[in-house]
């Protein structure tokens, strides 16, 4: 973020860097206060539980360059994305003539957004990500100009007792869809390194081991969720929390049954690094899929593409990792994260039974769920 006097510029780019752009902001408008919204577009669009997103100050001065492609998303929202990478930049609605800035794209946070709220809580009928991170205003819909909740609001949403044998996911546009199925024998029959939510990486004992079928939970019968803060993650989305459920290949495939096809529909692979590889929707810009060559049969599905009955976090289906951000230490807005992670450990001290989430995860090697690239110092 670079200063003249009292207007500041302020840069953003996506992973692979051919999107990048700056706006520029007076003193009295920083930081700008940065929104988590749970509406069902947002949730299905980004692929997360929620997209992070600061309004820019009206008149801002906005540059950007690159491959952008665009979304219609409604009749005056317009969200644009990355064409080779799927990284959400920004939104504009034409109809308030608001233009969003995605945070996660942003090169700097401290100083240029601060959390203020949630919003759009009641399209996420459980609470979602919100549970997490209670520190601040939740609104049923817009702020200001819908209900504002109290603390207690989702006390009687509960996990769905019903024991479907199938999972519907898809994005927005719907030109990815595909469906999961409950764990079975097979699911925990494979090989995979340990990802980084389950533990930092140790050097002592071979990685390739793999003594537990670590993602799954609660004896076998659900897959492990995640949330994840590495810089990866953040610049391919374009928000600050990523959301994943750890799935076996074997337990997703198409909607007509047929096995999982990476290249199915209007899914598109952006290779993040060497032997590592994401899908998201060329039409809408989901994130979507997160695999490797060293655990090719686990795949790592964006949890906000899930449509399970009781609600985004899909709880009769996922057990939460709570005691861990994954690669916390690389958040680019260490306040939300910080606040997430303290937020993630009351809650699985209230929610998640005992012996679910106290599991012997060994010191095993874990494999770095982003493959961090060397992307130095952003500012």
């Keep these: 973020m670079s200063e003249t006097k009292d207007t ?7 992973a692979c860097r051919q999107v990048s752009g700056s706006f520029k902001a007076h003193d009295r408008d920083l930081p700008l206060p940065l929104s988590l919204c749970h509406c069902n577009t947002c949730r299905h669009q980004s692929g997360l539980l929620c997209g992070s997103y600061a309004t820019l100050p009206k008149g801002a001065e906005f540059e950007i360059q690159g491959p952008l492609e665009f979304y219609k998303a409604s009749e005056t929202v317009f969200r644009f994305f990355c064409s080779n990478c799927g ?38 009928k459980d609470g979602g990500l919100c549970d997490w991170i209670p520190d601040v205003e939740a609104w049923e819909g817009f702020s200001k100009v819908s209900r504002k909740l109290d603390a207690d609001w989702n006390n009687g949403s509960k996990v769905s007792s019903k024991r479907d044998e199938e ?21 925990a029959n494979l090989t995979a390194p340990r990802g980084d939510i389950v533990g930092p990486p140790t050097m002592e004992q071979d990685g390739s081991k ?7 939970r609660e004896n076998g019968t659900k897959y492990l969720g995640g949330t994840c803060a590495c810089n990866e993650c953040r610049l391919a989305s374009g928000f600050d929390i990523q959301a994943w459920a ?23 692979r952006y290779d993040s ?107």
């Excluded at 793999?210 to 799954?216: F, M, R, Y």
């Excluded at 290949?249 to 909607?255: E, G, R, Y």
């Excluded at 007509?256 to 096809?261: C, R």
């Excluded at 709880?315 to 005691?323: A, F, I, P």
């Design 273 to 379: 690094s060497e032997g590592v590889y994401r899908e998201f929707c060329s039409k809408c810009g989901a994130t979507v899929f997160w695999h490797s060559d060293s655990r090719p049969e686990l795949i790592d599905v964006s949890a906000g593409l899930l449509d399970a009955e009781e609600g985004a976090r899909a709880e009769s289906w996922l057990g939460w990792k709570t005691e861990r951000v994954s690669f916390h230490e690389e958040a680019q807005n260490k306040d939300l994260i910080s606040r997430l992670s303290a937020g993630l450990k009351r809650w699985g001290e209230i929610r998640v039974p005992p012996s679910a989430d106290k599991d012997s995860l060994g010191n095993e090697q874990t494999e770095s769920d982003s493959k961090k690239p060397n992307t130095g110092d952003l500012d």
């Design 8 to 14: 500041h510029t302020v840069h953003f780019s996506c």
């Design 167 to 187: 999972l519907q996911a898809y994005c927005h546009c719907k030109g990815v869809r595909f469906k999961i199925t409950r764990p079975d024998e097979s699911s």
């Design 210 to 216: 793999n003594d537990e079928a670590w993602w799954l």
């Design 246 to 268: 750890f799935v076996p290949k074997a337990n997703i495939s198409q909607p007509n049954g047929e096995p999982l096809d990476f290249s199915a529909g209007t899914l598109k």
């Design 87 to 124: 990284a959400n930049v920004y939104v504009e609605d034409t109809n308030t003539e608001d233009r969003d800035i995605c945070t996660g794209v942003l090169e700097r946070a401290e100083g240029v957004v601060l959390l203020k709220q949630h919003i759009f809580m009641a399209d996420s």
